[in-house]
């Protein structure tokens, strides 16, 4: 009985890592380099069109790692973080009217992409932390809106190291 039950365990364990491993390779696949590299291009021109910071203040998104144990993020992660993106920054007026041309084809596009490659019911385990930059975001929405924009680079950089060949 002992024995069946550690097969039937290790079994489930070998099936969770096999459809981790093929989300992330499908992940991989379907997030092109060219659209990470266009919407860096694009967020440097909108970067250089917001309004200067008057002082420099604490970091409004978290210290995520993709490689490191300690704040370790995923694909999943990464959809969360680009929902908040959409809900709470792109939406404002006050950067809506400074979007370059073509930018926000390129998050719908980035956001649809990792909503196919992501299927999860659960939310991460960083969720609440990740809620928590959306508040931030809410309470003083402009400034704060703005302010996540200059951190865009961020995101774009975590997807891009997610995208490349290694191991989670």
Request: one cysteine or more.
């Amino acid at each position: 009985m002992f024995l069946l039950l550690v097969r039937t365990a290790a079994l489930a364990l070998l099936l969770s890592f096999t459809v981790t491993a093929e989300r992330d390779v499908t992940c991989r696949q379907e997030v092109p380099a060219e659209l990470i590299r266009d919407l860096w291009n694009r967020s440097q021109q909108l970067i250089k069109r917001l309004p200067r910071e008057e002082k420099i203040s604490r970091r409004l998104l978290p210290k995520f790692c993709t490689k490191c144990p300690e704040r370790m993020i995923g694909w999943l992660e990464m959809q969360e973080v680009m929902d908040v993106y959409q809900r709470s920054v792109f939406s404002t007026e006050v950067i809506r009217k400074l979007l370059p041309l073509h930018y926000e084809d390129l998050l719908y596009r980035l956001q649809q992409t990792l909503q196919h490659c992501v299927s999860s019911s659960e939310p991460s385990r960083w969720f609440q932390l990740i809620k928590e930059v959306e508040k931030k975001i809410k309470r003083r929405r402009d400034k704060q809106a703005l302010k996540a924009v200059r951190e865009f680079n961020y995101v774009l950089s975590w997807i891009s190291e997610l995208a490349q060949n290694h191991n989670q």
